[in-house]
């Protein structure tokens, strides 16, 4: 499952904030024959800019991405299709019936703003078993949103994840550019994890000032990138915002 040193580092574009923008205005008409911004063309403009997926959650709440948005996507996009979700039944039905590419665990809190820590693979590792295997039955790769921290990363392996998205939430919000300490536990993550043969993503918080930084952790395979993306989106368009970005990430990997 690792990546190979010929891959080039791949770029997921997070939309929710396109589904949060159309929930503000339309969450109670959502067949108005005026519905905006569309969740499908947001998805074809970031493929063609160089996305190589596309990521959504589907929160428990439904406060950005709907139901049917899920199933659009799955039909609509051309590149892979990444679904973060919570570990619950009802859920989990939904991702069996999708089946998108990859499935990312997250922990959901209801009165988070966002994914605030990674997923305790530790102490839900009993839970987290069968829905990882019912996943992979179904063809789908599966990843664990998890801290930077060697007893996460070796559970997930334990629990036979496919992959894992090491939480760079820390690392952004300690330095504009990056914190130094939080970059080192990441380094030191991902490593760990590559060396017990997963694959290795990372998300949250990213930006084009961390970024430069970010860039020296080894073993990457996936960035997942939204608020930066489409915050930037706002001033030079979303393309432009998913190019500028994927046209860093070329120089990975550094020296
Ligand atoms: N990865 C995961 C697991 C997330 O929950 C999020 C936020 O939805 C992201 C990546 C993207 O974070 P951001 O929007 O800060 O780029």
């Known amino acids: 499952m690792n990546s190979t040193s010929s891959d080039s580092l791949k770029l997921g574009v997070n939309i929710d904030h396109v589904a949060t923008l159309r929930q503000a205005r339309y969450a109670m008409n959502p067949d108005a024959p005026n519905v905006e911004p569309s969740l499908l063309a947001a998805a074809h403009e970031a493929e063609a800019a160089g996305a190589d997926s596309i990521t959504i959650h589907l929160r428990q709440d439904r406060r950005h991405i709907q139901d049917r948005d899920v199933f659009e996507l799955r039909r609509g996009i051309h590149t892979k299709l990444n679904l973060e979700m919570g570990n619950t039944s009802e859920i989990v039905k939904i991702a069996l019936e999708v089946r998108p590419d990859f499935v990312c665990l997250v922990p959901e809190n209801r009165q988070e703003i966002t994914t605030e820590g990674g997923l305790d693979a530790v102490g839900l590792s009993e839970a987290l078993i069968p829905t990882v295997k019912s996943l992979q039955e179904r063809g789908v790769l599966v990843s664990l949103f998890i801290d930077p921290e060697a007893e996460q990363i070796r559970a997930a392996a334990k629990i ?77 368009g979303l393309a432009r915002s998913v190019r500028d970005f994927k046209a860093l990430m070329a120089s990975y990997p550094l020296g």
């Open 160 to 236: 036979g994840a496919d992959m894992v998205e090491l939480h760079t939430g820390a690392f952004a919000n300690s330095a504009i550019d990056g914190g130094d300490a939080e970059f080192e536990l990441l380094r030191t993550a991902a490593i760990l994890a590559h060396d017990l043969g997963l694959r290795v993503n990372a998300g949250h918080g990213l930006n084009l000032p961390n970024l430069v930084k970010l860039l020296r952790v080894p073993h990457l395979y996936e960035l997942n990138v939204g608020h930066h993306l489409v915050a930037r989106g706002l001033f030079v």
